[in-house]
């Protein structure tokens, strides 16, 4: 009997388990549906103001805006991590942490050799390991997504081009994760800053009409209003993406956990009731047995 009573505990327990899954399940698609419809409105803007920003990136030479096209190398360089503050979202933030130590060793093992690495941590689950593993932390932000807004990326964004323009890091690299759809993130490493020039072997009448833009009232006063709203767009468009990321992950994984707890279950009351026939077996059979011996 003792058995049966552990094996009730344990159903019990399981369930409790599986009321807690399946209400995140219900919380975090409740996010999912706002960071979705967030990201998906907002994408198309940033993603067109990106394709301009590149096109016009050859007539930021000699302006004052230059500075964030300006290319220095790599010799010191920020990685900007964006992992989330909590867990219980499958491999989101683990990802994330296992491409910027890749990134590290592989892509900047001279600089990182040489001290000339550092680490802007937005998200505290990131924030965590890296401390924990010794690499040198630049910054760490756990509060942007208590309230994703535009203007508190801003000054996250204002951080990072002053950083830049101070000649403090001649590079400075974004790792997220775009967001897809509920089950899918894609993992991004993506370059801030400097300005990334368009990649054209051939420049084709296609190319040459898609960069052709009238301005108005003039280029410059145009360059020197989109150039910095453009980098800081990126950087929301970054955030969101990620934030709807999370969000749709933690979905999938409590979804994922609840169907386990299920299947639990299932196989708990199955072995509840093989153990509770097999007990009640063994009662008759000494009922039967005793019936018998008085008989003798």
């Known amino acids: 009997m003792a058995n049966l009573k552990e094996v009730r505990v344990r159903i019990a327990s ?3 388990t599986r009321q807690i ?8 698609a409740s996010k999912l549906r706002r960071a979705q419809n967030a990201i998906l409105g907002m994408r198309p803007y940033a993603l067109k103001l990106q394709e301009i920003m590149e096109n016009l990136s050859s007539g930021l030479d000699g302006s004052e805006e230059g500075i964030y096209a300006e290319d220095r190398g790599n010799h010191n360089v920020l990685l900007v991590p964006v992992t989330s503050n909590r867990g219980l979202c499958g491999a989101f933030n683990a990802n994330i942490i296992k491409e910027t130590i890749n990134y590290i060793h592989n892509e900047l093992s001279s600089q990182h050799k040489a001290g000339n690495v550092e680490l802007y941590c937005i998200g505290k689950k990131g924030s965590d390991i890296f401390k924990s593993r010794g690499y040198k932390i630049a910054e760490i932000n756990t509060h942007i997504f208590d309230e994703l807004t535009f203007d508190n990326s801003v000054k996250i964004s204002q951080e990072l081009m002053e950083s830049f323009v101070s000649r403090k890091y ?3 690299i974004l790792i997220y994760n775009q967001f897809k759809n509920a089950a899918v993130q894609m993992l991004q490493v993506e370059q801030f800053l400097p300005v990334s020039k368009p990649e054209v072997e051939q420049v084709t009448e296609k190319t040459e009409v898609k960069a052709n833009y009238i301005f108005e009232p003039n280029k410059e006063e145009i360059l020197e209003a989109l150039v910095p709203k453009s980098i800081k767009v990126q950087l929301y468009k970054a955030l969101a993406d990620s934030f709807a990321a999370e969000h749709g992950a933690r979905m999938t994984a409590m979804h994922q956990a609840t169907e386990n707890a299920d299947a639990l279950i299932k196989d708990l ?7 509770r026939q097999a007990a009640i077996t063994n009662e008759i059979l000494e009922i039967v047995s005793g019936a018998e011996a008085l008989k003798g």
């Open 269 to 275: 009351n199955l072995s509840y009731n093989k153990a």
């Open 170 to 172: 001649d590079k400075i």
């Open 14 to 16: 399981v369930k409790s």
């Open 21 to 28: 899954t399946s209400a995140m399940k219900m919380v975090a």
